[in-house]
């Protein structure tokens, strides 16, 4: 099993970025699929973005490409969120999630989940 736990959240402009951490523990992070997930005001939690477990293959939801980037690096066991030009609509808890295998879009498919950390983006 894998435990994982988020960091970077705040408060930041609408234009501006936040980086976002999650270190994961345990001595096989390299065999876990990772993805950010966010809960938005309103609505159902919805993928960001996943990153394949040698880190070669990445995908991002559409209202994200070309602003967030998801890299890892699995000596350190940890991922990250990079989210540049943050728009209000961007608002969210923000979440790491690990599975064994390939890496998917879906919510279901995550079996080990980090605390989140709050994103908030100011008009």
């Known amino acids: 099993q894998v435990q994982l736990v988020e960091s970077g959240g705040g408060l930041v402009q609408a234009g501006g970025s936040l980086r976002l951490s999650c270190v994961a523990s345990g001595r096989t992070f390299s065999g876990y699929a990772m993805a950010w997930f966010r809960q938005t005001p309103g609505k159902e939690r919805e993928f960001v973005g996943r990153?394949?477990?040698?880190?070669?293959?990445?995908d991002y939801a559409e209202s994200v490409k070309g602003r967030f980037t998801v890299s890892r690096n699995n000596a350190q066991n940890t991922v990250y969120l990079q989210m540049n030009s943050l728009k209000p609509e961007d608002t969210g808890v923000y979440y790491c999630?690990?599975?064994?295998?390939?890496?998917?879009?879906?919510?279901?498919?995550?079996?080990?989940w980090g605390q989140g950390t709050q994103v908030t983006v100011s008009s």
């Open positions: 990153i394949s477990r040698g880190g070669g293959v990445t």
């Open positions: 999630a690990a599975r064994n295998g390939a890496s998917t879009p879906y919510e279901s498919d995550y079996n080990y």
